[in-house]
């Protein structure tokens, strides 16, 4: 147990004196793995093409427990989660990090719990090896815990973010999934908010034996916020997950996924899609772990790229000895709309058994010129035809999801941020 | 001059991986209106890219000559404006649009001209009624509108569906490049009866082929010989089936 604390490394100070007021020892423990580290710099390989300097900016104070309601349901709102398509689903909405039972309405065929009152640590997690999972378990407060028992299908469950603080503050939410042997769930998350701010959620999600876990995630936080996500996803015997990730906001935001395929004929899907413009940076990153035979990992990533924005892939697919007959498939595509745009993509497949199909490759392009002229030649003008096949360059990666309302939701939502006229 | 279509002197080229080749050297060809024209000439004559620089692509580079549509310049226009002026240009090779449903792209396109020409637009519901209908007067699968434009169509849905973007926008001036290549004999009846329906005094059609066999059923008023870039021969649609069983070689002979 290492309880000497060093001097934080830089990145660190802006959460200084919340780090030196911890006194638990499982947070203690978890902050002793982060002071050994210290936050990543781009010399560590997984952060070569994501900086954390963002951070270093202005000191991230804890939430109050207090916020403006009359705000957070303007927020709702704006989010389009109040009218239409999401406005019935049973929802948890997490302010600040902490839940807001005024602002919910929670699923009735869900056993449920908060991290603020179990502060259970689940064990999927690693904040040995992941610095942005330690400084999640020193300063997590609250986070929904979700178990949905075994044989029952609990339908759609909504999970909102909001960030709005009048200062700029981090929290960092601990959630926990677990649908048992032969249940299912569609979760549906969002993220949203105003000002500036760190959102840094770890989510551990656990997929039982002929259990299917389908999950998107919409992120459409402040343009002046991070959002630094880490999922650890396990999941069993015949098992599903099927997750998307939808990254519109943020200045900088990172998803990134360890999905471990534990027993044969596990399956899971990591894909997602990011529109950015400005000088945002989108990161997605994934790690797939096929630790038994004949399971299937899916992943396609689309990104679309304006102004000097500059997404992020590194997707890597571990196949280890004893996974004979994996099947894994993975690709990137990036549309770039402009000349200083930039995508980094880093595949990488490491694998040790003798017997497996993997493939995985990358495009990057503008838009197609003949295509523009096609849809000019039928009379549409130039910044519509433009925007109809970024619409449908995207609509291909979104089509991927499989519950089609969270399908119709992300859509929505993508409309809200990017209104298909009127762009740029 | 026909105040209608009038070609004159138009030279065009291209650069091809660094290289400018000239592929338009002289066109001279004026359609009146109501009339149905057909180019006829070998492979690489510049039939295909006469209808490209008509219907505005960037790629070539007009460096001599005029076009008039209509009492305006059309080399000044952009392609969504000449569309919106009545020029219709069918693909030789339609394009794939993934991701874009047929019946989305053919509103959007019709909607777009009908604003452009100070109509007012369609909604939804009078929109799909007219397309269905069009539709089915090309023998096309209901189910052409709900997929993705031109994807995993056969060659013939997609010339079919470029009819039914033809019948859809109501040009005044069509160009049909080749479609009749890749059609069998069925699809042919059908494709040229959808043009023959938009004939009157205010629709003309510019119809580029290598067959004869398109204009037993689609006759054309007239007939041009195209060769090297330029108009060698004009007749009557008699031409035809000269070509059919002569060739072009006299007809190449006569200008050299």
Redesign the interface.
């Known amino acids: 147990m290492n309880a000497i604390i060093k001097q934080p490394s830089a990145t660190l100070v802006p959460f200084k004196a919340r780090l030196d007021a911890i006194t638990d020892p499982a947070r203690k423990a978890a902050l002793g793995a982060l002071h050994r580290s210290g936050l990543p710099d781009r010399r560590v390989e997984a952060w070569k093409y994501t900086s954390l300097r963002f951070l270093n900016e202005t000191p991230l104070v804890a939430p109050s427990e207090e916020f403006d309601a009359a705000q957070a349901r303007a927020e709702l709102d704006r989010l389009g989660l109040t009218a239409g398509e999401g406005a019935d689903l049973p929802r948890l909405v997490f302010v600040n990090g902490r839940y807001a039972p005024d602002l919910s309405v929670p699923p009735q065929n869900v056993g449920l719990s908060f991290f603020g009152k179990t502060e259970a640590f689940g064990t999927l997690s690693s904040p040995d090896r992941d610095a942005l999972t330690a400084l999640n378990a020193a300063l997590a407060t609250d986070g929904a815990e979700i178990t949905v028992a075994a044989g029952v299908d609990a339908g759609r469950v909504l999970l909102v973010s909001l960030g709005l603080a009048d200062e700029p503050v981090s929290f960092h939410p601990r959630h926990s999934v677990t649908v048992e042997e032969g249940a299912r769930l569609s979760l549906i998350c969002v993220q949203g908010g105003q000002g500036r701010y760190l959102h840094n959620p770890v989510m551990e999600l656990s997929v039982a034996a002929n259990a299917t876990l389908n999950h998107v995630t919409v992120q459409t936080e402040s343009d002046d916020a991070a959002c630094l996500a880490t999922l650890y996803a396990q999941i069993e015997e015949r098992g599903s997950y099927d997750s998307f990730v939808l990254g519109l906001g943020a200045a900088l935001s990172r998803h990134e996924v360890h999905a471990r395929l534990n027993a044969p004929h596990a399956e899971v899907h990591v894909n997602g899609a990011q529109r950015l413009l400005g000088r945002q940076v989108g990161d997605v990153t994934s790690v797939i772990t096929h630790a038994a035979p004949d399971c299937r990992s899916r992943q396609t990533v689309r990104n679309v790229l304006d102004g000097q924005s500059r997404g992020v892939f590194q997707g890597k697919v571990l196949v280890e000895r004893i996974a004979q007959k994996t099947d894994g498939y993975q690709m990137n595509q990036a549309l770039l709309l402009s000349e200083q745009a930039e995508i980094d993509a880093k595949p990488e497949l490491e694998i040790y058994a003798d017997d497996v199909k993997c493939s995985h490759g990358a495009t990057v392009g503008a838009l197609d010129?003949?295509?523009m002229?096609?849809?000019?030649?039928?009379?549409?003008?130039?910044a519509?035809?433009r925007q109809?096949?970024i619409?449908?360059?995207?609509?291909?990666a979104l089509?991927l999801i499989p519950d089609a309302m969270a399908q119709t939701l992300a859509a929505h939502i993508m409309e809200i941020r990017f209104p298909v006229t009127g762009e740029e | 001059m026909t105040q209608f279509l009038d070609i004159s002197g138009l030279c065009a080229r291209i650069d091809a991986d660094g290289q400018e080749k000239e592929i338009l050297r002289g066109v001279d060809l004026s359609i009146p209106p109501g009339e149905v024209h057909a180019i006829m000439g070998p492979n690489g004559s510049g039939k295909s890219t006469l209808s490209y620089v008509l219907a505005g692509r960037e790629d070539y580079e007009v460096t001599a000559g005029s076009v008039t549509f209509q009492g305006k310049d059309l080399l000044e226009m952009e392609p969504e404006e000449r569309a919106a002026a009545g020029l219709f240009l069918a693909f030789q090779s339609p394009i794939e649009l993934p991701g874009v449903n047929n019946a989305n792209f053919l509103r959007t396109a019709v909607n777009a001209v009908r604003r452009a020409r100070g109509q007012e637009e369609l909604d939804a519901v009078a929109f799909l009624k007219t397309a269905r209908e069009a539709a089915k007067a090309l023998s096309m699968a209901p189910d052409m509108l709900k997929r993705n434009v031109n994807v995993g169509f056969s060659g013939g849905e997609k010339k079919r569906n470029e009819v039914l973007q033809m019948t859809l926008l109501q040009p005044s001036f069509a160009i049909l490049d080749e479609t009749d290549s890749g059609l069998d004999v069925d699809a042919l009846r059908i494709v040229a009866e959808g043009v023959n329906r938009l004939r009157s005094p205010d629709f003309s059609a510019l119809v580029i082929t290598h067959h004869q066999r398109l204009l037993d059923y689609l006759v054309p008023d007239r007939i041009h010989v195209m060769a090297k870039g330029r108009i060698i021969h004009s007749g009557g649609p008699e031409l035809a089936k000269q070509i059919d069983s002569e060739g072009y070689t006299r007809f190449l002979a006569e200008a050299a």
């Open positions: 010129d003949e295509q002229f096609y849809l000019r030649s039928r009379g549409v003008p130039e519509e035809a109809i096949l619409h449908a360059f995207l609509a291909e089509a």
